[in-house]
Nanobody, 122 residues
Framework: VQLVESGGGSVQAGGSLRLSCAVS????????MGWFRQAPGKEREFVAG????????YTADSVKGRFTISRDNAKNTVYLQMTSLKPEDTAVYYC????????????????WGQGTQVTVSS
């Protein structure tokens, strides 16, 4: 499974960005997809996840109401729509995949993208 993120950048507080994760290499029906982020000096943090089959989602409390995860089956792409961005959202955002249930634990995801930087200025 190959994951390629895009859509990061710099934005002012209150702005929006949409991250994309293009997935290739495997049939995804039994996979769960997650977005994680890692700020300098901090551990990798779960942001949101979606089950490829059925589309059930889960969003971390820290971003609930501001971030939305979705997937496009036809394009094999997962999105993270981020609104009302705050400086504390600044991090490298990673897309990850695992075969199995959705999980907030980074260590059990098998496949990772290269990451995309999101910088929010005040």
């Amino acid at each position: 499974v190959q994951l390629v993120e895009s859509g990061g950048g710099s934005v002012q507080a209150g702005g929006s960005l949409r991250l994309s994760c293009a997935v290739s290499g495997r049939t995804l029906s039994s996979y769960a997809m997650g977005w994680f982020r890692q700020a300098p000096g901090k551990e990798r943090e779960f942001v949101a996840g979606v089950r490829w089959s059925g589309g059930s989602t889960y969003t971390a409390d820290s971003v609930k109401g501001r971030f939305t995860i979705s997937r496009d089956n036809a394009k094999n792409t997962v999105y993270l729509q981020m609104t009302s961005l705050k400086p504390e959202d600044t991090a490298v955002y990673y897309c990850a995949a695992r075969r199995g249930p959705l999980s907030q634990v980074a260590g059990i995801y098998n496949y990772w993208g290269q990451g995309t930087q999101v910088t929010v200025s005040s």
